[in-house]
């Protein structure tokens, strides 16, 4: 029997709201507070969205668990929310938009940042919701990654449940008590409320928004130089999620969230380097051993019961033309037929995922 993959990510269960609360403290965002209600109704959600108990594709909101096997215990999580803004519930943002001015009288040029709020009722697919546990982001299987390329792996096997747009927010640089400078410089002011008591108000309502924030534009350079600082920038922790989403086709959309200034990042659905790469393969057999593997994939398949989803690392051929013992001891070559790709599994892989010679999996290929 060959060894299991040591990692794993599936949907979330009920059964997690213990574990995930535990991730959730570590970072305490408006998609994983850190609070036992909002978790437990997040996982209610994430339930009926696998399952498709949530009949409008639109409303649901996935949540995966990222799994150490050896200890049974949840590391890591990350979400996708199929469509932000609907009628009940906008996409809210500020337009992040540089105006110039001249004045021949006086000779002067200036160029002015301004944020103009905007609300969108049909809006992107986001990704959101990444947190990995501190003592598992140096480990050699680079598991934040694992964690984000999963979401691309999942639209692409079910594209039609998603828009034609991707957003990801990214979090900007917030003081060590999680104070936003931007919120306190204009939401606190039009609101009466606290950075905090706002961005979890969001989540469930976001009409006190429309009713007290202003409608005109805002000149950023009347606002405190804090605040000014870090509209649209990226805050430390989340810079190498930026360079991850550069690579794959994302780009800052000259928006920005109107709580805390972090940019918004966005890209084509199907312009994504990963939404590309990711295919549906039939499995020809299993790698041989004591081979060299030719790469490293994510390979995931839906379940027909909870927890709905799975998915592995390991190494994977994708219609290689090396020699390779299936499951019966044969050796074969041969790519699978009938337009869908081919592909052999190590052995750990096809045992942990439960697959047998003829079943269809869907491989993304990572770096």
């Given at each position: 029997?060959?060894p ?33 209600e909002s978790?437990?109704g ?17 409303r ?10 050896a200890k049974?215990?949840?590391i ?16 809210i943002?500020f337009?992040?938009?540089?105006e ?8 002067r ?19 959101g ?12 299987e680079?598991?934040?990654l694992?964690l ?5 792996l999942?639209?692409?096997m ?7 747009e ?15 400078h931007?919120?306190d410089?204009?939401?606190r ?34 606002l ?36 805390d200034g972090?940019?918004?990042f966005t890209?084509?659905?199907?312009e994504?380097?990963l ?12 790698l ?17 019961d ?17 020699p ?29 995922l439960g ?13």
């Open positions: 029997m060959a299991m993959p040591a990692y794993e990510i599936r949907g979330a269960l009920a059964s997690d709201e213990d574990q995930l609360l535990e991730v959730a403290a570590h970072l305490d965002t408006v998609n994983l507070p850190d609070d036992r978790i437990r997040i996982l209610e959600i994430a339930h009926r969205s696998f399952s498709g108990a949530i009949k409008d594709p639109r649901r909101e996935y949540v995966f668990v990222l799994v150490d096997r049974e215990r949840v890591g999580t990350s979400m996708i929310i199929a469509q932000l803004g609907r009628r009940d519930a906008p996409y943002y337009d992040v938009i540089d110039e001015r001249y004045s021949a009288t006086l000779d040029h200036f160029n002015h940042t301004t944020l103009s709020i905007g609300y969108s009722y049909n809006g992107p697919t986001e990704i919701g990444l947190i990995l546990l501190p003592e598992y982001r140096r480990v050699p680079k598991l934040g694992f984000s390329y999963v979401r691309f999942y639209i692409k079910h594209r039609d449940f998603f828009r034609d991707i957003l990801a927010e990214l979090l900007p640089p917030l003081e060590p008590d999680g104070t936003s931007l919120w410089a204009v939401g002011h039009f609101t009466g409320l606290t950075y905090g008591e706002a961005d979890r108000l969001s989540k469930k309502n976001k009409e006190f928004i429309r009713g007290l924030f202003p409608e005109g534009t805002i000149y950023a350079s009347l405190p130089k804090a605040a000014q600082d870090v509209i649209g920038k990226v805050g430390a922790q989340t810079r190498g999620v930026e360079k991850m989403l550069r690579r794959i086709g994302f780009r800052y959309a000259e928006r920005v969230d109107p709580f972090g940019p918004h890209a084509p659905t199907d994504i380097t939404v590309q790469r990711a295919t549906r393969a039939k499995v020809d057999g299993l041989a051993p004591g081979k060299h593997l030719r790469q490293k994939s994510i390979v995931g398949m839906d379940l027909p909870a927890p709905w989803f799975r998915a592995t690392l390991g190494w994977v051929d994708l219609d290689g033309d090396e390779v013992a299936t499951a019966t001891g044969e050796v074969r070559v041969a790519a699978a037929a009938g337009g869908e790709s081919g592909c052999r599994l190590a052995p750990d892989v096809a045992e942990h697959v047998t010679v003829g079943d269809t999996v869907w491989v993304l290929p990572v770096d």
